[in-house]
């Protein structure tokens, strides 16, 4: 496995889940989706989210920001129901920054307008909001495209800015929805290495769902295979592709990651 996350975290020294998902269970129309799923994730963790097609996981990622309601179950931020919260405080007095599977930006307008636009609406001082999006600017390399219209962005470069876009308001919970989708290798490198940094740094919990397993198991602590609407499976990277369930409803027996 690319050895991007040094050491996981096992056990956490201030135990206590910062978010918490109960008894979740989803239905489009009668279609069940979600079936009563329950999902603690402590804080300063990386928990890596993987499923087939269509398991579920965009959903949880949308029952977590708000923008749709569980059928049934709550959702818990530090052992708060923010159930019927709306987004924006979600996003504002939780912080939490999501990085959506598609889209996330306003496509006519350009790359620097869209960090500016996230930025008035989360950063009050404008010295402090000039320097966050410099900094993002430098970071992420966005120089030769301040002023191109987001629309004409290649791939890789639009996801790169949705996730500078989230990364604005400091996040305390970052969700990420196939981020590594569409990047080239160097930059799965960055954001892999963003993602540990916000960690130790900030300590800040992030929850990245991909179907770039190997990118994904390199960088979180622990991960969870979904499978008919239930977490099937759980645990470190090296225990989740041993498991057999696991590796039956997921990975396929071919699956490594050395
Ligand atoms: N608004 C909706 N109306 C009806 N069905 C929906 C709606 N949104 C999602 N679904 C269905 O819910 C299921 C879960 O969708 P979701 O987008 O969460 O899957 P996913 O695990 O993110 O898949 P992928 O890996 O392809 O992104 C799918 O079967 C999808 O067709
Ligand atoms: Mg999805």
């Known amino acids: 496995m690319a050895l991007i996350k040094k050491f996981r975290i096992k056990s956490f020294k201030e135990k206590g889940a910062l978010l918490k998902l109960e008894k979740i269970s989803m239905f489009y129309n009668k279609r069940q989706i979600l079936n009563n799923l329950n999902l603690e994730i402590n804080k300063q963790e990386i928990l890596g989210m993987l499923g087939p097609n269509g398991v579920g996981k965009s959903t949880i990622f949308h029952i977590i920001t708000g923008l749709k309601d569980p059928s049934y179950g709550r959702v818990l931020i530090n052992n708060f129901d923010c159930t019927n919260i709306p987004i924006y405080e979600r996003a504002t007095r939780f ?10 930006f306003i496509q006519d307008l350009n790359l620097q307008e869209n960090l500016n636009l996230v930025g008035e609406i989360h ?12 900094k993002l600017i430098s970071q ?3 120089d030769p495209l301040l002023k191109i219209k987001s629309k004409y962005l290649s791939g890789g470069q639009k996801k790169k800015l949705v996730i500078s876009m989230a990364l604005i308001n400091d996040p305390s919970i970052l969700l990420l929805d196939e981020p590594f989708a569409a990047l080239d290798i160097l930059t799965i490198k960055m954001l892999q290495e963003i993602i540990v940094n916000l960690q130790s740094m900030q300590k800040i919990t992030v929850i990245v769902c991909d179907h770039q397993a190997r990118d994904l198991l390199s960088c979180v602590d622990r991960a969870i295979v979904l499978s008919d609407g239930k977490i099937i499976a759980s645990g470190s990277p090296d225990e989740i592709i041993k498991d057999s ?3 039956s409803a997921y990975f396929g027996d071919e699956f490594k990651i050395n």
């Open 95 to 104: 912080k939490i920054g999501y990085v959506p599977q598609y889209g996330g």
């Open 245 to 247: 369930t696991a590796r």
């Open 123 to 134: 950063i009050n001082d404008k010295v402090e909001r000039k320097a966050k999006i410099e």
């Open 140 to 142: 992420f390399e966005f």
